[in-house]
């Protein structure tokens, strides 16, 4: 049973894709927004390489189709930010500002906290772009002398925690415009808050899209800055 795991060649594709559906089924029948698909779906997957003992690195092998589709999947958010040019124009200034200020304090978080608990320059590069896709997150982690491979868990439990987080958070807070919603989801939360962020409104979700790209530029280009620091 183990080597037929280890040698399918898309047994992990087929499991990662059923497990997925798992969660989408759980969330649409309860409408609890903590039945997040990836997140049950890393539940799953993660409990089945446990109980059976599967080699990581032959579902890796298995599932390598799935990464190849994180950029173009990133790219399709241009979508809906092109039926909101006329929305992004007029809060350009606006858009731009608070998205360095979230990428930066992103950053700066990571930063205080690996200070505070003394964690090595190499934590410290794995968790810094946790806050951006996972395309751009590993080539970030790698660069700098992180772990991508735990770069991935950390962006993913990132996604899910805003995804469930930020809604809530924009309501306590009574922020009900949908550019600054939309812009809160897309900085804090990448891919997994756009998508949230779609499920809320057209607007949300384009200003999502487009702070996700932006927080992935400033995070390339100013990463490198705040590596030396730690």
Known sequence: ??????????????????????????????????????LISMIVVAAFLALTGMDIGAYQRQTSVLSYLLTPATVCLAVPLYKQLGVLKKNAAAVLVSVAA????????????????????????????????????????????????????????????????????????????????????????HSLGTAKALEIGEIEGAMSGLALVITGIFTVALSPLFAMIL
């Open 102 to 189: 979230g990428a930066v304090s992103a950053m700066a978080s990571v930063l205080a906290v690996c200070f505070a608990f003394g964690a090595s320059h190499e934590i410290f590069a794995t968790l810094l772009p946790k806050s951006v896709t996972t395309a751009i997150g590993m080539g970030v982690a790698e660069e700098l002398g992180g772990i991508a491979d735990i770069t991935v868990a950390v962006i993913c439990i990132t996604g899910v925690m805003g995804a469930l987080v930020a809604k809530p958070l924009c309501r306590l807070l009574r922020v009900t415009h949908p550019v600054a919603v939309g812009l809160a989801f897309g900085v804090s939360s």
């Open 1 to 38: 049973m183990l080597n037929f795991l280890n040698e399918s060649a898309y047994f992990g594709l087929a499991l990662s894709l059923a497990a997925y559906f798992l969660g989408w089924i759980l969330q649409k029948k309860t409408k609890i927004d903590a039945f997040n698909p990836l």
